[in-house]
Nanobody
């Protein structure tokens, strides 16, 4: 079992910054990738940023240069972060922490947190 718990959402003015955290526990150390997704009202969930187990990070074009994904390993825990700078109203969404295990070990399985609301006012 894997548990993901996000924190750090809130209300911020356009141009401001916000940091999200995700605390992961359980069978976490074999995950292939760690991801942040977001879902705005009336829109599909979209991938915002991803960091591979070996450290390579990738970002959606809409957040490149503004968002930074990072990860820290601690005893029995993994902490995933998303630092968001120069926020725009279109960044308003529920943000979800996500982890993907190797498909050969857990085919078709992906893990989600409960989500945290980020609201950017203009």
């Amino acid at each position: 079992q894997v548990q993901l718990v996000e924190s750090g959402g809130g209300l911020v003015q356009a141009g401001g910054s916000l940091g999200l955290s995700c605390a992961a526990s359980g069978n976490i150390f074999r995950m292939n990738t760690w991801n942040w997704y977001r879902q705005a009202p009336g829109k599909h969930r979209e991938l915002v940023a991803t960091i591979a187990s070996w450290g390579t990070a990738n970002y959606a074009d809409s957040v490149k240069g503004r968002f930074t994904i990072s990860r820290d390993d601690a005893k029995n825990m993994v902490y995933l972060y998303l630092q968001m700078n120069n926020l725009k109203p279109e960044d308003t969404a529920v943000y979800y922490c996500n982890a993907d295990p190797p498909p050969d070990l857990e085919p078709g399985i992906t893990y989600w947190g409960q989500g945290t609301q980020v609201t950017v006012s203009s």
